[in-house]
């Protein structure tokens, strides 16, 4: 017997969080009734979505849209109907919140926002609900409802300012942490409570690799293809991949890098194409949906990643899935998907002249090439298997939120 969940997400459908998307899918095909609370709307219209996300949406609740009337009147009824749990959270976000003005406004934000996702939760009959980055906003609906609680922790900026994040207090009050990585797990252990320990799961992501099949392999392109995938942040160290197809150009390489995504990095990375002299070398892609960068993946040689953190990155599985082999930086969680040399290259983070010799390399030998593709496609069906890995998760929320409530 399943039981009725919730999920509390920070933005629901979304681009960027497209694997919560596939995950709760993948719990309602396995008989899960999810309610889906988003805090605020989804990141463009409906006639822009894919049937899945217009599907998503037209189910999902969202906090930030509710009128301030109806918002005013879930806060009178819970004050009035719980008013020890309403003051409990109340002085929670004054407490977690300390002397800083600008951290005040944002927790009372939160409380409110926990409120109205709390009387939504509990009054549709959900035996519990699963955070996915809204652990605050969930901690307060811990507070006020004292519903059984289970979150997502994905790194790495969780890790980054760990006190201030609550990362004990967030552990203790819930009844299961899963994690992505073995990386993550530890940064949870290291973080908490030993006490605690027992309720971390490490649940890997995971794609449909049934998508993802093999691309055509080019023993010799003309121009050889390197593509990357995510938003334009600055965590992601683009002008570390710039540097390095520079070096590559400078040293007499055909190759042509494409960037899928956009955000606020943008404009300081089209300074820094023309800055470099690579406006012929670089293409910015711009927002692609999931279909769009399936195509990106079938006309790549390699996909390279640059980053300074990240958890485990979904666009990396998604482009071994696809046999194209990567290289990225050896980072947090990424070493537990790529193995050096076995499933893909690793570098070090920070280090053009290693990557530009890492992707040199990729494109002088074709057989390491088609040899890192298979066994990254092969280790992605083994370890990385939306389907095996969405089982696993289910039977530990089917286990959490139906023992013991």
């Known amino acids: ?137 969930a901690l307060f609906v811990k507070r006020v409802f004292n519903l059984r609680l289970s979150m997502t922790i994905h790194g790495s900026d969780e890790f980054i300012d760990p006190a201030g994040f609550h990362m004990a207090e967030k552990v203790s009050s819930a009844a299961l942490i899963c994690v992505i990585s073995s990386f993550g797990r530890s940064q949870v252990m290291r973080f908490s409570d030993p006490a605690d320990w027992s309720k971390i799961r490490v649940i890997p992501l995971g794609v449909d690799t049934s998508l993802y099949s093999p691309k055509p392999f080019r023993e010799r392109p003309d121009v050889f293809e390197i593509t990357s995938v995510g938003r334009l942040v600055p965590v992601k160290g683009y002008p570390v991949l710039l540097e390095a197809v520079e070096q590559l150009v400078k040293s007499g390489r055909r190759l042509r890098l494409r960037l899928g995504g956009d955000g606020p990095s943008r ?15 670089v293409r910015l892609e711009g927002t692609m949906n999931a279909q769009a960068v399936r195509e990106l993946y079938r006309e790549s040689d390699i996909f390279a990643l640059a980053s300074f953190a990240e958890g485990v990155p979904v666009v990396l599985m998604e482009a071994m899935a696809t046999e194209v082999p990567c290289v990225a930086t050896r980072i947090t969680g990424v070493p537990e998907l790529i193995r050096d040399g076995i499933d893909g290259l690793l570098v070090t983070p920070s280090s053009a002249s290693e990557l530009a010799d890492a992707i040199g390399r990729l494109m002088d030998d074709p057989d390491l090439r088609r040899r890192l593709g298979q066994a990254g496609r092969l280790h992605v069906i083994e370890e990385y298997n939306l389907e095996r890995n969405i089982a696993a998760l289910a039977a530990t929320l089917r286990d959490q939120f139906t023992s013991g409530c």
């Open 267 to 281: 404009a300081g990375l089209e300074h820094e194409i023309e800055r470099r002299g690579l406006r012929e070398h």
């Open 1 to 137: 017997m399943n039981p009725r969940l919730a999920y509390l997400v920070s933005q629901y459908p979304t681009v960027s969080h497209s694997f919560i998307l596939r995950e709760i899918r993948a719990l309602r095909g396995l008989g899960f009734d999810i309610l889906t609370i988003s805090v605020n709307p989804a990141d463009r219209p409906p006639d822009q979505m894919s049937a899945d996300e217009r599907d998503e949406w037209s189910r999902t609740r969202v906090i930030t849209t509710t009128g301030w009337f109806t918002v005013a009147g879930i806060h009178a009824r819970v004050l009035l109907s719980n008013p020890a749990g309403y003051l409990r959270g109340l002085l929670s976000a004054f407490r977690l919140a300390g002397s800083n003005l600008r951290g005040m406004l944002m927790h009372l934000l939160y409380f409110g926002e926990a409120v109205v996702a709390g009387h939504w939760i509990a009054s549709a009959g959900c035996a519990g609900f699963h955070s996915h980055f809204t652990s605050t906003v």
